[in-house]
T-cell receptor, first 114, second 110 residues
Framework: AQKVTQAQTEISVVEKEDVTLDCVYE???????LFWYKQPPSGELVFLIR??????QNEISGRYSWNFQKSTSSFNFTITASQVVDSAVYFC???????????FGKGTRLHILP | NAGVTQTPKFQVLKTGQSMTLQCAQD?????MSWYRQDPGMGLRLIHY???????DQGEVPNGYNVSRSTTEDFPLRLLSAAPSQTSVYFC?????????FGPGTRLLVL
């Protein structure tokens, strides 16, 4: 069965600090997909990234970067030089290749303090 | 191209009332799904559909019905609302393993 664990319920950092959000997943499939979504205070869900299990290269997009490590079943998300606008709930999610369902973690609420 | 739309945005129901949450997408996606979001629980899958005429249960299907008569529409029905169904409901459609979410419906059951 697939499972996503986001152990950090809530994190607060001061603006301009770097912050890493942890995501650990469980799956029996060798082919799967990992995602990160952002939910700002306005409530909508915003897609950030999708990664397939065969691509372990780290990804960087501006101040955002993702570290995928199959050896530890982790897909961590780092925000560099955080800004107040990064304050949101962030969800990690998993989808197995043989199943269209996407299972979400419980989310991490990130507070960036000015 | 409106993406995924949901109506209503907010609804108050009394226990025992029924209602339908509407969801529509104009992207011709086959896969659609319904989630509920509760504090501290993340997003939990209620029902999903891999195409018109095909639906299946997710993690928390009890108390909800769905149907999929067209590719575009995927309504979620509450037959007899309960306070435990107070939540924010998100509809999503999926293409290429990426989900596109609607804006959500906030439901309060008194």
């Amino acid at each position: 069965a697939q499972k996503v664990t986001q152990a950090q319920t809530e994190i607060s950092v001061v603006e301009k600090e770097d912050v890493t959000l942890d995501c650990v997943y469980e799956t029996r499939d060798t082919t799967y997909y990992l995602f990160w979504y952002k939910q700002p205070p306005s409530g909508e869900l915003v897609f950030l990234i999708r990664r397939n299990s065969f691509d372990e290269q780290n990804e960087i997009s501006g101040r955002y970067s993702w570290n995928f490590q199959k050896s530890t079943s982790s897909f961590n998300f780092t925000i560099t030089a955080s800004q107040v606008v990064d304050s949101a709930v962030y969800f990690c999610a998993l989808s197995e290749a043989g199943d269209d369902k996407i299972i979400f973690g419980k989310g991490t609420r990130l507070h960036i303090l000015p | 191209n409106a993406g995924v739309t949901q109506t209503p945005k907010f609804q108050v129901l009394k226990t025992g009332q029924s209602m339908t949450l509407q969801c529509a997408q104009d992207m011709n996606h086959e896969y659609m799904s319904w989630y509920r979001q509760d504090p501290g629980m993340g997003l939990r899958l209620i029902h999903y559909s891999v195409g018109a005429g095909i639906t299946d249960q997710g993690e928390v299907p009890n108390g909800y019905n769905v149907s999929r008569s067209t590719t575009e529409d995927f309504p979620l029905r509450l037959l007899s609302a309960a306070p435990s169904q107070t939540s924010v409901y998100f509809c999503a459609s999926t293409k290429g393993r990426t989900q596109y979410f609607g804006p959500g419906t906030r439901l309060l059951v008194l």
